[in-house]
């Protein structure tokens, strides 16, 4: 049985369009805006959702999201509320909801405890930015124990060893990070970025979703034309740390599908 997130890019590849998923720090600025402001990326375009985890040591974050995870937390956002926040999501949606997190949280909720009620509440998958995929066994057999699809990340400095692995574990997609560093917008895309996809097409069938530093239009048809899926993320949670409101990220969002189907 096929998951919402492989659905979502058999939909848009029998479109000849990628995928735009759009990521949010869960429960900033509070718990209770995260709903609608889904709702908001939704009706602009977006096909799949990064639920952010707030954290305290977010290592892969750049700034803006750093700071996102900061208004979370003041806000009293846990692993426990980003459930009942996509509970809450799944009463009107059927959106692909990604769960985006450290290793950290996860053990101290419990790994199978969250694989379990990470399904019962409505998520597709999870992708943990700082595990090892060298160790990852254990983590993807309790994920897809519960219907989970597990995404791992492959970087223009993935050993061509640890590109394999990341094949074998992933389901659902490969998250391609298309510059070395961490999250934030860039004024240009990396060349680092083709390669990575080519090297990857060679070793795996899964589709192919590219992000850090994808922040406007422009980007995001660019990487359309050659992946599957687009990820877009300081973007959005710069706009939230701005007040933009459930208007400006619908706003925002269709002009990144615009961008993408031109």
Do not use: W
């Not at 309790?142 to 219907?147: F, I, T």
């Not at 390669?195 to 530093?213: E, N, Q």
């Amino acid at each position: 049985m096929t998951t919402r997130i492989q659905q979502a890019f058999d939909r848009r590849k029998s479109e000849g369009k990628a995928v735009l998923v759009a990521y949010l720090t869960a429960g900033d600025p509070t718990p209770e805006h995260t709903p609608s402001l889904v709702a908001a990326l939704e009706r602009g375009g977006a096909d799949l959702i990064e639920l952010g985890v707030p954290f305290s040591d977010p290592i892969a974050d750049g700034p803006v999201i750093q700071q996102g995870s900061e208004r979370a937390l003041k806000a009293g956002t846990t692993v426990a509320k980003v459930l009942a926040i996509a509970q809450k999501i799944r009463e009107a949606s059927q959106i692909p909801l990604l769960l985006f997190t450290y290793v950290n949280p996860v053990l101290r909720y419990g790994l199978e405890n969250l694989a379990r009620d990470a399904k019962a509440a409505g998520i597709d998958g999870c992708l943990l930015t700082d595990v090892s995929v060298e160790e990852a066994a254990v983590y993807v057999n309790a994920m897809r124990a519960a219907g989970l699809d597990t995404v791992f990340l492959a970087a223009p400095t993935s050993t061509p060893g640890r590109l394999k692995l990341v094949a074998k574990y992933s389901s659902g997609f490969i998250y391609l990070v298309s510059r070395t560093g961490v999250t934030g917008e860039r004024a240009e895309l990396s060349d680092s970025l083709q390669p990575l996809i080519d090297s990857t097409r060679a070793i795996s069938k899964l589709p192919l979703a590219a992000g850090f530093g994808i922040s406007t239009p422009a980007q995001a048809g660019a990487v359309a034309k050659i992946a599957d899926g687009v990820v877009v993320g300081s973007a959005i949670v710069r706009l939230i740390g701005e007040n933009a409101g459930e208007a400006g990220l619908e706003k925002f969002a269709r002009s990144l599908r615009t961008g993408m189907d031109a």
